[in-house]
T-cell receptor
Framework: NAGVTQTPKFQVLKTGQSMTLQCAQD?????MSWYRQDPGMGLRLIHY???????DQGEVPNGYNVSRSTTEDFPLRLLSAAPSQTSVYFC???????????????FGNGTRLTVT | DAKTTQPPSMDCAEGRAANLPCNHS???????VYWYRQIHSQGPQYIIH???NNETNEMASLIITEDRKSSTLILPHATLRDTAVYYC????????????FGKGTLLTVNP
């Protein structure tokens, strides 16, 4: 199992450019989410998905779009990059919880994005 | 609003126990306490979780007070590789996909 794989590891964009951060998991997890982490800060939730075809906004969704066409993939799109989006982006997945157990998140190792 | 309070930093000598406190005085009855850690530049890693009983696994022990208003993560024999930011998080069973992370505690293990 590769777990949660994020690509690319590093990216530099110019203001106004668009790009897609890729996230794939091979654990058949229904839940997936995107976080951003700024220096000295905790992680902030951008968007999440509880299953294929279902997405919702988190704490800081502005400037980002997501879609979930398959269970495995959850790409994050920046439509028009801004310097304020310079950050480290983490994707996470988990199976859905049940009354019998809780399900910790499995994180990827991040994409470091710089917008100039 | 991270809903938990942790000291910003702590030091520990290698080989000694590291005890990391967390205050969650407004925790609800159906909320678990989860601990994650983030080693430099990597994604966060799950450590342990509990509801009201003390828990132990191969990585750590979790002690939750009887009133559930606070907890302590214990790394029994800290190593240099345990240097990381440790996050204490409240989590209901149905919301594990949208956790709220605070700034955590930077634990530095010194040789």
């Amino acid at each position: 199992n590769a777990g949660v794989t994020q690509t690319p590891k590093f990216q530099v964009l110019k203001t106004g450019q668009s790009m897609t951060l890729q996230c794939a998991q091979d654990m058949n997890h229904e839940y997936m989410s995107w976080y951003r982490q700024d220096p000295g800060m905790g992680l902030r939730l951008i968007h999440y998905s509880v299953g294929a075809g279902i997405t919702d906004q988190g704490e800081v969704p502005n400037g980002y779009n997501v879609s979930r066409s398959t269970t495995e993939d959850f790409p994050l799109r920046l439509l028009s990059a801004a310097p304020s989006q310079t950050s480290v982006y983490f994707c996470a997945s988990s199976p859905p919880p049940s009354i019998f157990y809780n399900s910790p998140l499995h994180f990827g190792n991040g994409t470091r994005l710089t917008v100039t | 609003d991270a809903k938990t309070t942790q000291p910003p930093s702590m030091d520990c000598a290698e080989g000694r126990a590291a005890n990391l406190p967390c205050n969650h005085s407004t925790i609800s009855g159906n909320e678990y306490v989860y601990w994650y850690r983030q080693i430099h530049s990597q994604g966060p890693q799950y450590i342990i979780h509990g509801l009201k009983n003390n828990e132990t696994n191969e990585m750590a022990s979790l002690i939750i007070t009887e009133d559930r208003k606070s907890s302590t993560l214990i790394l029994p024999h800290a190593t240099l590789r345990d240097t990381a930011v440790y996050y204490c998080i409240r989590q209901t069973g149905g919301s594990n996909y949208k956790l709220t992370f605070g700034k955590g505690t930077l634990l530095t293990v010194n040789p």
